[in-house]
């Protein structure tokens, strides 16, 4: 009886552990492109990258700053640039990043609730299959932030 009573104790921990172990997703270079007053709608960018061990997929989005956040992706319709609104989401494959930029799939903020102007900073709720809710802080910017990558690192002697 005791040896039953540890080992669902055991069992607790182990659940709790595999919790913390899909807690892996990093975010980096989350930002929203700057948009004139009463513009419709916003384009929001942000590298995922998926540090555990099993896949996720991010299924919705949501903001205060928008009516709705919407997934799309961009598509060649013949020689039109097209998007279209990823109803099954965006798979993140286990060990791997998948970007959301400029002329691929974005998040779109469709009808926004205030100015989306540069500097700002705007939450965005993302949700995953498995990982659930991520709230993830978005600079508004005219374009991508340039990231720090070999300027510091790697000097010739
Ligand atoms: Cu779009």
């Known amino acids: 009886m005791l040896f039953r009573f540890l080992s669902s104790i ?3 921990l182990l ?13 980096s270079n989350a930002w929203v492109r ?4 009463n513009a419709k709608v916003a384009g929001g960018f942000v590298a995922i990258r998926n540090a555990g061990k099993s896949a996720d997929r991010l299924i ?3 903001s205060d700053a928008a ?3 919407e997934i799309h992706e961009m598509k060649m319709a013949g020689d039109v640039m097209q998007m279209r609104q990823l109803t099954e989401g965006m798979a993140v494959p286990a060990g791997q990043s998948v970007a959301l930029e400029p002329g691929a799939s974005h998040l ?3 009808a926004p609730k205030q100015a989306i102007a540069e500097g700002q900073k705007i939450t965005i709720t993302l949700v995953f299959a498995k990982a659930g809710k991520r709230i993830v802080e978005f600079t508004v910017a005219r374009q991508a932030p340039q990231t720090d990558a070999g300027m510091s690192h790697d000097h010739m002697h």
């Open 10 to 12: 055991l069992f607790a």
């Open 15 to 27: 659940l709790a552990s595999g919790a913390a172990a899909a807690d892996s997703l990093v975010f």
């Open 34 to 37: 700057a948009t004139p007053p």
């Open 60 to 62: 919705s989005a949501s």
């Open 67 to 69: 009516e709705r956040v």
């Open 108 to 110: 779109m903020l469709i």
